[in-house]
């Protein structure tokens, strides 16, 4: 699976969007992009996830850039419960040879701001 | 309410003793996955199940066994061969193995060595 960047940490104020980045590069063709949560000491959440066009559900939304090179996880209006590690995973539609688990990095920490 | 339980939420664990964690899920899912995490630290996949009576060794599965007798069910013992074993637990689900489908975080356990 391809490997993403995100910032370390982010701060957004209370009913603003909050846009977090993810760069992943070397995505390849077959390759969807995902993003999870995580609120401290909790399991995390599924969020959101795309291909190639931008998505939308009741939790966010996700824009992918045309060249599939770099994303953007959007919650429109960010309230403290908001506040969680975000994790952005990219991971192939195939099941392969190997582990089939998902690979998570250290997130970026979201701080909603009163 | 359908979705995956894990207990107990902490478990302390005695040098030289084996642990069981327990992970249910009702979702039907196939495919079910326990994860490690440290402090600070992204998930590792410990060991994963596609399909009842069948598992396989994830990327740090030395120090921990599992079994697959049931569908629902995907039980997670550490052993005494695992050294490092304090950390917070994760069992996940989902509905088939194929890379494209959504995984489904439990609570988790957190473990921690007397």
């Known amino acids: 699976d391809a490997k993403t960047t995100q910032p370390t940490s982010m701060d957004c104020a209370e009913g603003r969007a909050a846009n977090l980045p993810c760069n992943h590069s070397t995505i390849s063709g077959n390759e969807y992009v995902y993003w999870y949560r995580q609120i401290h000491s909790q399991g995390p959440q599924y969020i959101i996830h795309?291909?190639?066009n931008n998505e939308t559900n009741e939790m966010a939304s996700l824009i992918i850039t045309e060249d599939r090179k770099s994303s953007t996880l959007i919650l429109p209006h960010a309230t403290l419960r908001d506040t969680a590690v975000y994790y952005c995973i990219v991971r192939s539609m195939y099941s392969g040879g190997g582990a089939d688990g998902l690979t998570f990095g250290k997130g970026t920490h979201l701080i909603i701001q009163p | 309410d359908g979705g995956i339980t894990q207990s107990p939420k902490y478990l302390f664990r005695k040098e030289g003793q084996n642990v069981t964690l327990s992970c249910e899920q009702n979702l039907n899912h196939d495919a079910m996955y326990w994860y490690r995490q440290d402090p600070g630290q992204g998930l590792r996949l410990i060991y994963y199940?596609?399909?009842?009576?069948?598992?396989q060794k994830g990327d740090i599965a030395e120090g921990y066994s599992v079994s697959r007798e049931k569908k629902e069910s995907f039980p997670l013992t550490v052993t005494s061969a695992q050294k490092n074993p304090t950390a917070f637990y994760l069992c996940a689900s989902s509905i088939s193995r194929d890379q494209k489908e959504t995984q489904y975080f439990g609570p988790g356990t957190r473990l921690l060595v007397l």
């Open positions: 795309g291909l190639k």
């Open positions: 199940s596609q399909i009842v009576n069948d598992f």
